[in-house]
């Protein structure tokens, strides 16, 4: 069972900048993808950046020259970098990774609050 934790989310100005990272373990099956999702207040989550096995990444448009999405493979991490935050980005940030047999994984979450 692949479990993940993510870290770092704090509250912080806009203006400001935050390294989310998410911490993978338990994989029995090699992962095709990893996530960051964010769900901010009465919106649905939403998918912000993937970093894929092969190595190529995508960046939804909300946050798309704001955010870097990149990947330790010796630490079994994944980061997310967040720049020039806004009021708007306030949500809980989620990890996600999709394995081989295309099973989805979720971590509980970690909280921005940008404040103007």
């Known amino acids: 069972q692949v479990q993940l934790m993510e870290s770092g989310g704090a509250s912080v100005q806009a203006g400001g900048s935050l390294r989310l990272s998410c911490a993978v373990s338990?994989?029995?099956?090699?992962?095709?993808?990893y996530n960051w999702y964010r769900q901010t207040p009465g919106n649905e989550r939403e998918l912000v950046a993937t970093?894929?096995?092969?190595?190529?990444?995508y960046y939804a448009d909300s946050m798309k020259g704001r955010v870097t999405i990149s990947r330790d493979n010796a630490a079994n991490t994944v980061d997310l970098q967040v720049a020039n935050l806004e009021p708007a980005d306030t949500g809980m940030y989620y990890c996600?990774?999709?394995?081989?047999?295309?099973?989805?994984?979720w971590g509980p979450g970690t909280q921005v609050t940008v404040s103007s």
């Open positions: 338990g994989i029995i099956r090699s992962i095709n993808a």
């Open positions: 970093f894929s096995a092969r190595n190529w990444t």
């Open positions: 996600s990774v999709v394995d081989s047999a295309y099973e989805r994984f």
